[in-house]
């Protein structure tokens, strides 16, 4: 059974996030919450369905790669949302689900939390967290997104374990944030609420409504990193995002627009902000 108190969540939530919520499930461990969710009915347009883990075993971030986090030391939570028609701009989908934790975080009066595109939580300069967003086809018009978070909450002082990541080795936690952070059933409501907002938000606006909010919380942006796209590697700047979410990267010869890719390198260092 899970240590998480299932009451508490849906009591801290309010309005649609509430009102239009199918199901809420609680696992102390699962090998996925994302891969759950996809393997159960999607909700119908407009409802959403949340499953949340102390543990997972298999948790999976971008390409595969495992998202690694101690029992009980974070939030290990997945949301399914259906849209009426497939969105405009839907690669963005992630970066505005990304801004939806950082609303909740600024909610819960936890400040210091940056997001690095595609889908990295940033604090401290250290992984927080991360997003994982996959998208479940529908007969007809529609289509289901799952949105996995994976956050930091009280790691152990000692961790035994590195964060799978090709830019930074440190994970880092709310507690460094806020030693006084709510508790992670309230977290969780939190978390739930914005995501459901983003969702809705996002179908009617795309990427293109959450452009300006993006360019507040980019960690990326002026510093100097490394991209691995799928035919080739380039190196320069950070410079923003476009309008659908795609990654701007100045090489000094060209402004190369990124879709794709791995950030395989950034300096901690502030380049030309």
């Known amino acids: ?37 996809l393997a159960q009915p999607s909700p119908d347009v407009g409802r959403h369905r ?10 999976r971030g971008r390409h595969d790669r495992r998202w690694l ?3 009980g030391s974070g939030l290990c939570l997945s949301l399914a949302y259906t849209f009426a028609k497939r969105p405009e701009q839907l690669p963005g989908l992630t970066l505005a689900l ?24 940033v604090a401290l300069d250290g992984k927080l967290g991360g997003l994982l967003t996959e998208i479940q086809p529908r007969k007809g018009d529609g289509v289901t997104a799952v949105a996995g978070i994976g956050l930091n909450i009280d790691l152990p002082e000692r961790p035994d374990f590195t964060v799978e990541s090709e830019w930074t080795l440190r994970a880092v936690d709310l ?21 459901y907002a983003t969702m809705a938000r996002f179908e009617e606006q795309g990427f293109a409504g959450f452009a300006d909010e993006w360019r ?24 923003g995002v476009d309008a659908d979410g795609a990654l701007f990267v100045d090489t000094g010869d060209e402004k ?14 502030e380049c030309g902000r």
């Open 1 to 37: 059974m899970s240590s998480l108190d299932a009451a508490l969540i849906r009591r801290s939530l309010s309005g649609n996030p509430a009102s239009r919520l199918d199901d809420l499930e609680l696992f102390a461990s699962i090998d996925s919450t994302n891969t759950y969710l």
């Open 50 to 59: 949340v499953a949340i883990s102390d543990f997972q075993t298999m948790g």
């Open 69 to 71: 986090s101690p029992p």
């Open 98 to 121: 990304g801004l939806g934790v950082v609303g909740a975080m600024e909610q819960l009066h936890i400040d210091g939390v940056s997001l690095k595109w595609p889908n990295d939580l």
């Open 175 to 195: 507690k460094s944030l806020a030693a006084e952070h709510p508790c992670r059933e309230v977290i969780a409501a939190a978390i739930i609420e914005t995501l």
């Open 216 to 239: 507040r919380h980019d960690w990326l942006h002026g510093r100097e990193i490394t991209v691995d796209m799928q035919n080739r590697r380039i190196t320069g700047v950070a410079a």
């Open 256 to 269: 190369v627009r990124v879709l794709s890719g791995s950030i395989v390198m950034a300096s901690i260092t």
